[in-house]
């Protein structure tokens, strides 16, 4: 079944239309507040004139590196879905994947970019809603495992955070262990491809730590990199929380905070997680195409989503 105009989601009711537009206004709102609070702290001319006399060749190889990772990204959620026997021609899951990430970043109080996915492969391909809401949340937890371990390394590069190496080292790594075991003993299925998605997860948060080394370099910084690096981090968790527009605002109120407890040079503290932003929302742009012509996203895709089953074989098995 293509993914076409009809296979749009319903229209909304006015309630919905309402709560969505409410949303919207909500995180507008929270975002410019946290930005106030932000440039309160920090000389705006500062990050302007950063931005301004930035050194565009390498900035280009962070948009590079930033893609790369949302190519790493996508190649990592097939593990999850190559886990309930859904078997996505790779660039049709790049471009459902880009899709996903514009409506994250550029419809913010409309369907979400995972909620969209889940509507079209069910639509689409009759995968249960329940299945493909799990892969993808297990593709988020994979992220955050990544983000920790990741987290653990930086903290023994940082002589301000006066802690032994092996005491977030045990926690981390014990909740590791929780983690794989509730996973393996309730949701078993997903964990088919369990270490091969988490070694993508950290390929992905690699990626994006590279992105942001580049811009510092094309920032002429020569100090110490790993305080940044862990603020940025710490940062990703943060932007996660649904407050925001595709985070803007709560990554830099973490720097800001930071900038006060790590030696760190507050205009590019700012700076960094704006110009990541920027980064994240030229890419996301690639999804645009995918709005325009739908009836591009499923291009050369195998008609037979499940492996040694057929399309129709799949009906049945969901009408059963």
């Known amino acids: 079944m293509a993914v076409n105009e009809q296979e749009i989601p319903a229209p909304k009711t006015f309630k919905q239309q309402l709560w969505n537009a409410a949303k919207l206004v909500l995180k507008i709102a929270v975002t410019s507040g946290l930005l106030y609070w932000v440039f309160t702290k920090v000389d705006f001319s500062k990050v302007k004139d950063r931005l301004l006399h930035a050194n565009y060749w390498w900035m280009l190889v962070a948009v590079i590196c930033y893609f790369c990772s949302m190519l790493a990204s996508s190649w990592r959620l097939l593990s999850f879905f190559k886990s309930i026997k859904l078997n996505l021609n790779p660039w049709y899951n790049l471009r459902l994947y880009f899709l996903g990430l514009f409506y994250n970043m550029l419809l913010p109080g409309g369907i979400g970019g995972d909620g969209y996915k889940i509507f079209i492969l069910n639509k689409a391909h009759k995968v249960p809603g329940k299945k493909l809401f799990w892969a993808i949340m297990f593709d988020r937890l994979s992220g955050l495992w990544a983000i920790g371990l990741i987290t653990v390394g930086l903290i023994f590069l940082i002589p301000q955070i006066d802690i ?6 045990s926690i981390f790594f014990a909740a590791s262990a929780i983690y794989y075991f509730v996973a393996y003993k309730f949701f078993r299925e997903y964990t088919t491809y369990f270490f091969q998605a988490h070694l993508k997860a950290l390929i992905v948060q690699g990626m994006q730590l590279l992105a942001i080394i580049c811009v510092m370099i094309g920032q002429d910084f020569t100090g110490k990199y790993s305080p940044y690096l862990l603020s940025f ?16 605002g709560a990554r830099e109120a973490i720097f800001t905070k930071l900038s006060d407890i790590f030696p760190m040079d507050k205009g590019l503290a700012v700076f960094l997680p704006s110009s990541f932003y920027l980064i994240s929302l030229l890419v996301a742009l690639f999804g645009v195409y995918y709005v325009i012509r739908p009836a591009r996203l499923e291009k050369g895709l195998d008609k037979s989503i499940f492996e040694g089953e057929t399309v129709d074989e ?7």
């Open 233 to 248: 981090l710490i940062s990703a968790l943060a932007s996660i929380l649904p407050i925001t527009v595709g985070g803007a």
């Open 164 to 169: 032994h190496i092996a005491i977030p080292g």
């Open 314 to 320: 799949n009906k049945s098995a969901a009408e059963n």
